[in-house]
Nanobody, 129 residues
Framework: VQLQASGGGLVQPGGSLRLSCAAS??????????MGWFRQAPGKEREFVAG????????HYSDFVKGRFTISKDSAKNTVYLQMNSLNAEDTAVHYC?????????????????????WGQGTLVTVSS
């Protein structure tokens, strides 16, 4: 699976951005495939933002984005999106999309980096006035 992320940029506090991640192909059409978004701020570890099981859209969010971010997909375009609203300075980071064929997806959407095998190149989101 090859992933291409886009949509990052500079936005003012309180503003919105939508990130996109196009996947070249899938390794599985079953319940064990999913995609997610992570972010990494300077000097910090990469952290989970949101994820989705591809087959039925089951999703999971980190607490710090609940109510502000929404993950969605367009199956026809093999693309996953991250709509980010009410952005603040703490959201400034390189955002990565990732894909996984982990069996854990059958039960839940994993939030750990170690369960995601495929990674996009990252897109920078900067929230600043």
């Amino acid at each position: 699976v090859q992933l291409q992320a886009s949509g990052g940029g500079l936005v003012q506090p309180g503003g919105s951005l939508r990130l996109s991640c196009a996947a070249s192909r899938y390794t599985s059409s079953g319940y064990n495939f999913g995609m997610g978004w992570f972010r990494q701020a300077p000097g910090k570890e990469r952290e989970f933002v949101a994820g989705m099981r591809w087959k039925d859209g089951l999703s999971h969010y980190s607490d710090f984005v609940k109510g502000r971010f929404t993950i969605s997909k367009d199956s026809a375009k093999n693309t996953v999106y991250l709509q980010m609203n009410s952005l603040n300075a703490e959201d400034t980071a390189v955002h990565y999309c990732a894909a996984s064929s982990s069996a854990l997806f059958v039960k839940m959407v994993p939030g750990s980096v170690k369960y995601y095998r495929y990674w996009g190149q990252g897109t920078l989101v900067t929230v600043s006035s």
